[in-house]
Protein backbone atom coordinates (compact mmCIF):
# COMPACT_ATOMS: atom_id res chain seq x y z
CA UNK A 1 0.00 0.00 0.00
CA UNK A 2 1.14 3.42 -1.27
CA UNK A 3 1.03 5.85 1.77
CA UNK A 4 2.70 9.11 2.65
CA UNK A 5 1.75 11.69 5.18
CA UNK A 6 3.43 14.76 5.89
CA UNK A 7 3.05 17.13 9.09
CA UNK A 8 4.38 19.34 11.04
CA UNK A 9 4.06 22.23 9.06
CA UNK A 10 2.30 25.80 10.50
CA UNK A 11 2.68 29.65 10.89
CA UNK A 12 6.17 31.08 11.80
CA UNK A 13 7.96 34.36 11.83
CA UNK A 14 10.95 35.66 9.52
CA UNK A 15 14.29 34.09 10.71
CA UNK A 16 12.57 30.85 12.67
CA UNK A 17 12.63 27.10 11.96
CA UNK A 18 10.04 24.42 11.22
CA UNK A 19 10.78 20.43 11.01
CA UNK A 20 8.57 18.60 8.81
CA UNK A 21 8.07 15.00 8.63
CA UNK A 22 6.83 12.61 6.46
CA UNK A 23 5.67 9.18 7.31
CA UNK A 24 5.98 6.35 4.63
CA UNK A 25 4.14 2.95 4.32
CA UNK A 26 6.54 -0.06 3.89
CA UNK A 27 6.49 -0.12 0.53
CA UNK A 28 7.19 3.48 -0.45
CA UNK A 29 9.79 4.11 2.19
CA UNK A 30 11.79 1.29 0.11
CA UNK A 31 11.32 3.68 -2.67
CA UNK A 32 15.40 4.44 -3.86
CA UNK A 33 15.35 8.30 -3.76
CA UNK A 34 12.64 10.67 -1.62
CA UNK A 35 12.02 14.20 -1.94
CA UNK A 36 10.65 16.97 -0.60
CA UNK A 37 8.42 19.89 -3.28
CA UNK A 38 6.74 22.58 -2.32
CA UNK A 39 4.53 24.90 -4.28
CA UNK A 40 3.73 28.35 -3.54
CA UNK A 41 -0.12 30.05 -4.36
CA UNK A 42 -0.46 30.86 -7.98
CA UNK A 43 3.03 28.78 -8.67
CA UNK A 44 3.95 26.08 -10.40
CA UNK A 45 5.23 22.80 -8.06
CA UNK A 46 9.27 23.05 -7.03
CA UNK A 47 11.90 20.62 -5.82
CA UNK A 48 13.32 21.45 -2.45
CA UNK A 49 15.42 18.59 -1.88
CA UNK A 50 16.11 14.47 -2.61
CA UNK A 51 17.70 11.83 -0.45
CA UNK A 52 18.98 8.49 -1.78
CA UNK A 53 18.03 6.47 1.14
CA UNK A 54 20.32 3.87 0.35
CA UNK A 55 23.30 5.72 0.73
CA UNK A 56 21.98 8.86 2.28
CA UNK A 57 23.33 11.46 -0.43
CA UNK A 58 21.29 14.36 -0.76
CA UNK A 59 20.69 17.46 -2.95
CA UNK A 60 19.46 20.91 -2.65
CA UNK A 61 18.13 23.35 -4.67
CA UNK A 62 19.84 26.71 -4.80
CA UNK A 63 16.93 28.52 -3.22
CA UNK A 64 17.34 26.43 0.17
CA UNK A 65 20.88 25.02 0.40
CA UNK A 66 22.46 25.96 3.53
CA UNK A 67 18.99 26.60 5.24
CA UNK A 68 17.40 23.07 5.10
CA UNK A 69 18.42 19.65 5.80
CA UNK A 70 16.60 16.65 4.35
CA UNK A 71 17.35 12.95 6.19
CA UNK A 72 15.45 9.54 6.54
CA UNK A 73 15.02 7.63 10.06
CA UNK A 74 14.80 4.42 8.61
CA UNK A 75 13.43 2.65 12.13
CA UNK A 76 10.21 5.03 11.74
CA UNK A 77 9.73 5.02 7.79
CA UNK A 78 9.97 8.32 7.87
CA UNK A 79 11.65 11.64 6.04
CA UNK A 80 12.05 14.64 7.67
CA UNK A 81 12.93 18.11 6.19
CA UNK A 82 14.24 20.72 8.94
CA UNK A 83 14.25 24.06 7.80
CA UNK A 84 16.33 27.35 9.64
CA UNK A 85 16.43 30.84 8.68
CA UNK A 86 12.89 31.18 7.06
CA UNK A 87 12.18 33.54 4.83
CA UNK A 88 8.62 34.60 3.88
CA UNK A 89 9.55 33.42 0.43
CA UNK A 90 9.51 29.62 1.36
CA UNK A 91 5.66 30.07 2.08
CA UNK A 92 4.04 27.21 0.43
CA UNK A 93 2.42 23.59 0.57
CA UNK A 94 5.50 21.33 1.33
CA UNK A 95 4.99 17.80 -0.47
CA UNK A 96 6.71 14.70 0.20
CA UNK A 97 7.53 12.49 -2.60
CA UNK A 98 8.86 8.57 -3.82
CA UNK A 99 9.41 6.54 -6.60
CA UNK A 100 10.93 8.51 -9.14
CA UNK A 101 12.10 8.24 -12.52
CA UNK A 102 15.25 9.80 -11.63
CA UNK A 103 16.48 11.47 -8.67
CA UNK A 104 15.80 15.03 -9.16
CA UNK A 105 15.09 18.35 -7.90
CA UNK A 106 14.51 19.40 -11.67
CA UNK A 107 11.39 17.78 -12.54
CA UNK A 108 8.33 17.06 -10.29
CA UNK A 109 6.86 15.01 -13.41
CA UNK A 110 9.06 11.94 -13.00
CA UNK A 111 8.60 11.15 -9.14
CA UNK A 112 5.16 8.84 -9.16
CA UNK A 113 4.18 8.86 -5.45
CA UNK A 114 3.13 11.85 -3.45
CA UNK A 115 1.68 12.97 -0.24
CA UNK A 116 -1.11 15.48 0.43
CA UNK A 117 0.95 18.47 1.90
CA UNK A 118 1.29 20.29 4.84
CA UNK A 119 1.21 24.47 4.33
CA UNK A 120 4.31 26.47 5.94
CA UNK A 121 3.63 29.79 5.95
CA UNK A 122 6.55 32.61 6.87
CA UNK A 123 5.91 35.88 7.91
CA UNK A 124 8.05 39.62 8.01
Known amino acids: QVQLVESGGGSVQAGGSLRLSCAASVYTYSSYCMGWFRQAPGKERKGVAVIYTGGGSTYYADSVKGRFTISQDNAKNTLYLQMNSLKPEDTAVYYC?????????????????WGQGTQVTVSS
Open 97 to 113: AAEPKLCTVLDNNVWRY
